[in-house]
C-alpha cells in the first residue's frame, strides 16, 4: 500500500445522494482488535494467522513496528501471517518508530516498549505530534521505564524500557481503553500482578484477546459500576489464530448516511457487535432509527452480526454521559445525525473528544455551523438543534485538521444536505477507512466531484 504523505491533499465536492443507498457491503476489520492481533502475535510464541486484519495506514504501521521489533510478518493472500518471538524477547529496534496517525498504535506499543529492557524512539505525523502522551507515561514510569518527551509530553518520545518492569497498581482518572491496555501489556512482563481500575467499563478487546492467547484475566465489577483487571506476569502467550470482525467505528458512516436518505436499504455483513463498542446502535434507535441485527454469532471470542439498516425519520436525542466509552468515535457522525433529526439534541460528557486526532469537539462544532446547524458547547455537552430530514442547508466549506473521522463525517452530511459541501482533505481516510469512497460510490452515493486542491 502507498503509504501517506502530509502533503497529500485530496479535497472532494459531495452532492446530495438524491435515490438513497442500496446494496450489501462489508466494512473494512476492526481498527482496535487489528492493532491487538499484531501485537499479541507479535508477543506470542508460534505462528498467527490473521483474517480480516484491516489495511489501513494506521494498522500498516502497527504491522512495521513490530517488524521493527523481531517479529516477521508477511501477507497470504487475504491472511497475515505474523512469526511471534515472546514475551520479553524484542529486540531493540535499528530506527525510530513512526506510527503515522495511529494514536492506538502509539499508546499501546508505549505499554510494550516500557516493559522491554533496551532503549526505542517513536515519533508520528503532524496530527499525532500534536496529541499529548501524559496519560500513558505517567503511570508506566512507574514501572521504571524513563520517557523523554517534548514539550507537553507530545511527541518525538523516546523510551527506556525497564530492566525489569514492575507491576502496576492504577486507577484510571478518566476511563480509556487505551491507557487502561498499556498498562496490561506493560504487565505482561513485569513480575507480580498488575491491578487496572477503571471508574467506567471501557471496550474489553485487550482482556478478550489476552484470554484468546491463553493468558488468564479475572475481572471484578466495582460497587459503582466500574471494573478491576487483574494480570499476572510474566506471562506466556500461545499463537493462536484470529478472526477480525468488522469495524462497528467505520460502519457507522454508511448506517448513519443509509438513515439519513429516505429509500435506503442496506446490509453490512459481520460487524463487530461487543457490547461496549455498540452505544451508537443504542443511541439511532432511540432516535426512531431502523436497524436490525440478522445472523448473530461469536467468531474469535468477539459477537458478530449482519445490520439491516432503511431510511428513517429521526428525532432528537439525550445522551448520557456513561454511553460516551462506547461511542466515543462515533460522535461526530452521530452529530451530523442529530443535525437531520426534530428537535434539539443533547450530547454529554464529551470532554475526552478534545483529545483525538483533533479537538473533535471544536471541529465538529465548526463542521456544523459551517452547513447552516446550530449547536453549541454547554461544559462537556454538546447541543444541536436539529432541522428534520432534508432540511441542513449544505453548502459550507469543512476543515478536516487531518482527522479521518471528520472527513467521513463531513461526507455523510453532503450526501443528505440541500447544497454541495466541500471537503478539505480526504486523504485521511485512508488510515482507518481504505476505498471508503468507493464502496459509498457501490451503494450509489455518487462521489465523484473534487475541488480546487489550491
Known amino acids: 500500500m502507498q503509504r501517506l504523505s502530509e502533503s497529500s491533499i485530496r479535497p472532494l465536492i459531495v452532492r ?123 503511570p508506566l514510569a512507574e514501572n521504571g521505564a524513563c520517557f523523554v518527551t517534548r514539550r507537553d509530553e507530545r511527541l518525538p518520545m523516546a523510551i527506556v524500557g525497564a530492566g525489569a518492569a514492575k507491576p502496576l497498581n492504577y486507577r484510571l482518572p478518566v476511563a480509556s481503553a487505551q491507557v487502561k491496555s498499556a498498562i496490561l501489556l506493560a504487565g505482561l512482563n513485569a513480575d507480580g500482578e498488575t491491578r487496572v ?26 460497587t459503582d459500576g466500574g471494573r478491576v483487571i487483574f494480570l499476572q506476569g510474566p506471562a506466556h502467550l500461545t499463537a493462536r489464530d484470529v478472526i477480525v470482525p468488522g469495524d462497528p467505528s467505520s460502519a457507522a458512516f454508511p448506517i448513519v448516511a443509509a438513515l439519513l436518505l429516505p429509500q435506503s436499504d442496506i446490509v453490512i455483513r ?21 436497524l436490525r441485527l440478522e445472523n448473530e454469532r461469536i467468531e474469535g471470542g468477539e459477537p458478530v452480526g449482519d445490520l439491516h439498516v432503511r431510511g428513517s425519520d429521526l428525532r432528537c436525542v439525550d445522551v448520557p454521559a456513561d454511553r460516551a466509552p462506547s461511542m466515543i468515535d462515533e460522535y461526530p457522525v452521530l452529530a451530523v445525525a442529530c443535525s437531520f433529526a426534530n428537535g434539539t439534541s443533547r450530547l454529554r460528557g464529551l470532554a475526552e473528544l478534545r483529545v483525538k486526532e483533533s479537538d473533535r469537539l471544536a471541529a465538529t462544532v465548526a463542521l456544523l455551523e459551517a452547513n447552516g446547524v446550530v449547536v453549541r458547547v454547554e ?5 444541536i438543534d436539529g432541522l428534520g430530514a432534508g432540511q441542513v442547508p449544505g453548502g459550507g466549506k469543512v476543515a478536516t485538521r487531518m482527522d479521518h473521522r471528520l472527513a467521513m463525517s463531513a461526507i455523510v452530511l453532503g450526501l443528505a444536505a440541500r447544497q454541495p459541501v466541500d471537503v478539505d482533505d480526504t486523504a485521511f481516510i485512508d488510515t482507518s477507512f481504505p476505498d471508503f469512497i468507493g464502496l459509498m460510490n457501490k451503494l450509489g452515493a455518487n462521489l465523484g466531484g473534487t475541488a480546487d486542491a489550491s
Open 270 to 290: 459481520g460487524i463487530g457487535l461487543n457490547p461496549l463498542r455498540t452505544g451508537l446502535l443504542t443511541t439511532l434507535r432511540d432516535m426512531g432509527g431502523d
Open 16 to 138: 446530495r445522494s438524491p435515490s438513497g443507498l442500496r446494496g450489501t457491503i462489508n466494512v473494512p476489520g476492526d481498527k482496535s482488535i487489528s492493532h491487538r492481533a499484531l501485537m499479541f502475535a507479535a508477543l506470542a510464541q508460534g505462528r498467527t494467522v490473521i483474517n480480516g486484519l484491516l489495511e489501513g495506514e494506521d494498522v500498516l504501521r502497527t504491522a512495521d513496528a513490530m517488524r521493527a521489533l523481531g517479529a516477521t510478518i508477511s501477507r497470504d493472500g487475504s491472511d497475515w501471517v505474523v512469526e511471534g518471538r515472546g514475551v520479553g524477547q524484542l529486540r531493540e529496534p535499528d530506527d525510530v518508530l513512526d506510527m503515522g496517525n495511529s494514536g492506538t498504535g502509539a499508546r499501546l506499543l508505549s505499554g510494550i516498549l516500557s516493559s522491554h529492557p533496551f532503549n526505542s524512539v517513536m515519533t508520528g505525523d503532524a496530527s499525532l505530534r500534536s496529541r499529548p502522551m501524559r496519560r500513558v507515561t505517567a
Open 379 to 383: 461544559g462537556d455537552d454538546m447541543l
Open 197 to 222: 481500575e477503571e471508574p467506567v467499563a471501557t471496550r474489553d478487546h485487550t482482556e478478550n484477546m489476552l484470554r484468546h492467547f491463553g493468558v488468564p484475566v479475572r475481572v471484578e465489577t466495582t
